[in-house]
Structures are given as structure tokens and as C-alpha cells.
């Protein structure tokens, strides 16, 4: 019997791609959503697959979820669903609190009542916070500096306790900066990237804070969709937690070159004060997840940005796995 997958945040730019890898692998995906920052648009393709079963339900709905694990008995959980934005953690503590800490810790108490062995879990680099030793390695002590990454941090340490309870094959993955096709640019928390793209093909100014000489550990989402398909399906896994990220650092000025030998009448970038807060450099180390997973990030940024800058932001067509 084919395996289910349940998918929570599936309409969303990480969550489709995900869902996209599992079917492509011949899983059965349940994914549910409640559309808060996903869009439908985003599983046009997997709405085409016999495959994919859409619920349209917030996960923080313990009867409605309850019923999906009884109905479906998971195989695994990829648990995306969150409030996703830092400045909003800021402004919605108790929000953030019940998505990001208290839903996470339901949906796997769920697990555990249904046998459902495995739960994958988006933690964030923002675990590390702006002081940790670069590259970003695993075992370092993590300072979160926001309510987002307190909870994403919280959040671990809960699965992982499960884990060690209940054995749990709980996975927690840290992603640097996603970037691809299918993220909101209208966002709050949005890549820096998907910004560029929007203005770059608008013909509008983008605006730098800071020299542009802070830099980022881009990773396109295939390949975050594939760190997650793997986690979730690979027969051995070690309960851990693990970054998800190139090992590479871009600063914006590069990512800038790029953009404007693509749209070369683009206007020129504005640059203006640095943001106080933000993170000068952010760089992770991939060794943990290569070793556990064989994982390693197959898009060159150069290539993955020029797909994106041309291809856009909606695409939904240039990523089948
Ligand atoms: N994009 C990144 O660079 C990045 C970096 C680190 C961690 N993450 C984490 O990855 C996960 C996915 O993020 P994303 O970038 O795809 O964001 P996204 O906003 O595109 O996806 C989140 C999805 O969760 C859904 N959702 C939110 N609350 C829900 C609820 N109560 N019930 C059901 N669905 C709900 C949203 O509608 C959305 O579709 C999140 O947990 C996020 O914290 C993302």
C-alpha cells in the first residue's frame, strides 16, 4: 500500500514544493492549510495529481486534525504551518505561542496517540541568533532574539524530548534562506529576494539597507523540498536536529550583479541605512545533514537566482522533481 504523508502549510511556497517531491515520489499527500499566508495557486499542480487529498482546515484544530490521523494513518508528518513572520511573532506573542510552540507540540502528541512514527519539523536558522559562530553549526548554543525563534527553538526541544520519551522520529530542520519560485513578495517576512525579483521585473528601484555587503546562506526551496522528502522517507534517520542551508555566504551586492545583468535598464539600487537588528552575516554549515541524509544543495545560486529573476515568482511550471 502506497504511504500517506500529511502536509500542514502545503499551499504555502515551501509547503507546495514540498508536497510536489513527495507525489513525483509516488507518496500519497494529505495537505492542509487554512490559506493564512499560502495561497491555492501554489498547488495548482498538485490539485491535478489522483494522489493529493486538499483539506482546507487550521491545524490548530486538534478535533479536525485528530480526524484526518484516524482517517489517513500517517506514515509521516511535515509539519510547515506556522506564523511565519518575525516582526508579526513580535506584535502576536500569544499567536506565535499557540502556532509556532503549542500546535507543534498537538500535532505530535497526534503522532503518538496514532503511530504515526515520523515528524519533520521547519525550524529556523533564526535559532542561532546574530552571535553564534560562523558557519552555523548545530551544537552551538542558540540565542534566539525573537519570539519566532524562541518558539522554533522551544518547538525543538519538545520533539526531541519526545524522541528520547516515546522515540519519536523527530527531525528538525533549520533553513537559512529559502528562496524560489511561489514566495509571496507581499509578505512582511518575504525573502529578500523575492522583493528583488518583483521590483527587477516592475522596472522599480530596490532599496538596500546597509552597504549590501551583508550576506545570506541562500538555498533554493527544491532543495529544501528535497532535504524535507528525504527526512520524511528515508528508512534510517537520526533524531536531531540539522541545518538546511549551502554552506555558502552571498552578500547583497552579488546578488545585485546578477539582477542587473539581467535587467540591465533596470534603475539603480537605493541604498539607506542599515536595519538596527539585522543579522550581518548568516552562513551554516551542511556537514550534519550530508552525513545523515547524503543531503547536499544541488542549485547553484547563480543558476537558481537567473531561473527565479526570468522565470518568476509564480512560476509554476519550471519545477516538476
Ligand atoms: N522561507 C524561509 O526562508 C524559512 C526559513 C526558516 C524557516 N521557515 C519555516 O518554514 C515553514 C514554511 O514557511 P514558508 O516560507 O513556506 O511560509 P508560507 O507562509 O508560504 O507557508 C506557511 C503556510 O502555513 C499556513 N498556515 C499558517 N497558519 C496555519 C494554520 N493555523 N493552519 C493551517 N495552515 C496554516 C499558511 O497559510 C502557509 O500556507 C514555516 O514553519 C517557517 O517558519 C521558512
Known amino acids: ?32 492549510d487554512n490559506l493564512r499566508t499560502g495561497h491555492l495557486e501554489n498547488l495548482e499542480v498538485a490539485q491535478s495529481s489522483p494522489e493529493f487529498e486538499w483539506v482546507l482546515a487550521d491545524v ?31 506584535r502576536e506573542p500569544a499567536l506565535n505561542y499557540q502556532l509556532n510552540l503549542a500546535t507543534v507540540d498537538s500535532i505530535a502528541r497526534l503522532c503518538l496517540e496514532f503511530e504515526c512514527k515520523r515528524l519533520v519539523f521547519a525550524s529556523s536558522a533564526a535559532v542561532y541568533g546574530s552571535h553564534a559562530a560562523l558557519p552555523n553549526q548545530e551544537f552551538a548554543i542558540p540565542q534566539p532574539q525573537s519570539p519566532y525563534a524562541a518558539a522554533k527553538l522551544a518547538a525543538e526541544v519538545i520533539l526531541l524530548g519526545y524522541a528520547a520519551s516515546y522515540g519519536l522520529e523527530a527531525i528538525c530542520l533549520r533553513y537559512f534562506n529559502v528562496y524560489g519560485p511561489r514566495q509571496d513578495p507581499g509578505s512582511p517576512y518575504s525573502g529578500v529576494l523575492s522583493i528583488f525579483t518583483d521590483r527587477f521585473q516592475g522596472g522599480l528601484p530596490v532599496t538596500v539597507h546597509g552597504d549590501g555587503e551583508q550576506t545570506r546562506d541562500f538555498v533554493s526551496v527544491r532543495d529544501v ?5 528525504e527526512a ?13 542551508c549551502t554552506g555558502r555566504g552571498i552578500s547583497l551586492n ?28 548568516s552562513r551554516g554549515y551542511p556537514g550534519k545533514l550530508q552525513d545523515m541524509l547524503s543531503f547536499k544543495s544541488q542549485t547553484p545560486f547563480e543558476q537558481g537566482l537567473r531561473e527565479l529573476a526570468v522565470g518568476g515568482l509564480t512560476d509554476n511550471h519550471q519545477d516538476r522533481a
Open 1 to 32: 500500500m502506497t504511504q500517506a504523508f500529511l502536509v500542514t502549510g502545503a499551499a504555502g511556497f515551501i509547503g507546495s514544493h514540498s508536497v510536489e517531491w513527495l507525489l513525483a515520489h509516488n507518496y500519497q499527500v494529505v495537505g492542509v
Open 60 to 90: 490548530c484544530d486538534e478535533a479536525v486534525m485528530r480526524e484526518l490521523f484516524r482517517k489517513h494513518r500517517f506514515a509521516g508528518v511535515l509539519h510547515l504551518a506556522a506564523l511565519v513572520s518575525v516582526p508579526e511573532s513580535f
Open 225 to 229: 523540498a528535497r532535504a524535507n522528502g
Open 232 to 244: 520524511l522517507t528515508q528508512m534510517h534517520v537520526v533524531v536531531d536536529r540539522y541545518n538546511v
Open 254 to 281: 552579488q546578488v545585485l550583479a546578477i539582477y542587473q545583468e539581467l535587467f540591465p535598464n533596470a534603475p539603480p539600487a537605493k541604498y539607506t541605512a542599515a536595519r538596527i537588528g539585522d543579522i550581518r552575516h
